[in-house]
DNA sequence: TGCCGGATCCTG
DNA sequence: AGGATCCGGCAA
């Protein structure tokens, strides 16, 4: 596995046409939550919205694994919002938190076992001119609210990308997740936020 | 039907 | 440290 540095990264921002990959596609997505989470590092978010066409890389992630997950949505059943985290891999999970920010997930594992990534940092690399070091700012900067819940990622308006960036064994950083205290053990404690060690894109903390 | 609190972010 | 501001879950 190699592993490009802040250099050819750099070179790749100045050449965004000729960076367009194929959709990462929704097999990808079926398999377990820390597992997609561990691969998505890296990967490259892409949005064709009303700002055109943006992109980034994937810097911070959270896994909510499964109906025991006291922290998930999906803790209290297969209703409300939480109903997509049920359905099959590869579809967008986006909530609206605190009446105000959203959040955007992809939706992971088998039906009726409910699973998610949480996108938390994301390294601008194309379009993209707003702060994205946290999941609110993300979906600010991208244009990604509650329209987007439920489709497909390997639809026309967000997908996933491999640029080749992916983040190495020893740079990826695993911490418990943030903001979930009220889940109580050992739910609080489990180190189910990745990120890539040293990137300014992943939120403060 | 009402209330409580949240996978956040900003301002003071 | 506290407010913004909507929605889901749970108690009554």
Request: glycine fraction near 10%; charge should be neutral; proline fraction near 8%.
């Amino acid at each position: 596995m190699t592993t490009l540095g802040e250099t050819q990264r750099l070179q790749l921002r100045d050449e965004p046409a000729l960076t367009a990959r194929p959709p990462v596609p929704q097999a990808f997505y079926d398999r377990p939550a820390l597992t997609v989470a561990r691969e998505t590092l890296g990967m490259v978010l892409v949005r064709q919205g009303p700002a055109g066409r943006q992109a980034g890389r994937i810097v911070e992630v959270e896994a909510y694994d499964g109906p025991g997950d006291a922290a998930s949505h999906a803790r209290s059943g297969a209703c409300g919002r939480a109903q997509v985290m049920f359905g099959p891999a590869g579809y967008a999970y986006v909530y609206l938190i605190y009446g105000i920010h959203h959040c955007l997930n992809f939706v992971t594992g088998p039906v009726g076992y409910p699973a998610a990534i949480l996108v938390r940092g994301l390294e601008p690399l194309v379009g993209i001119t707003e702060r994205t070091n946290g999941p609110g700012l993300i979906c600010r900067a991208l244009a990604v609210d509650r329209r987007l819940n439920g489709i497909p990622l390997t639809s026309a308006e967000l997908w996933l990308e491999d640029w080749g960036q992916s983040v190495a064994d020893s740079d990826v950083i695993a911490r418990p997740r943030i903001g979930i205290h009220f889940a109580g053990e050992p739910w609080a404690s489990q180190p189910w936020r990745l990120y890539e060690r040293d990137n300014r894109w992943v939120s403060k903390r």
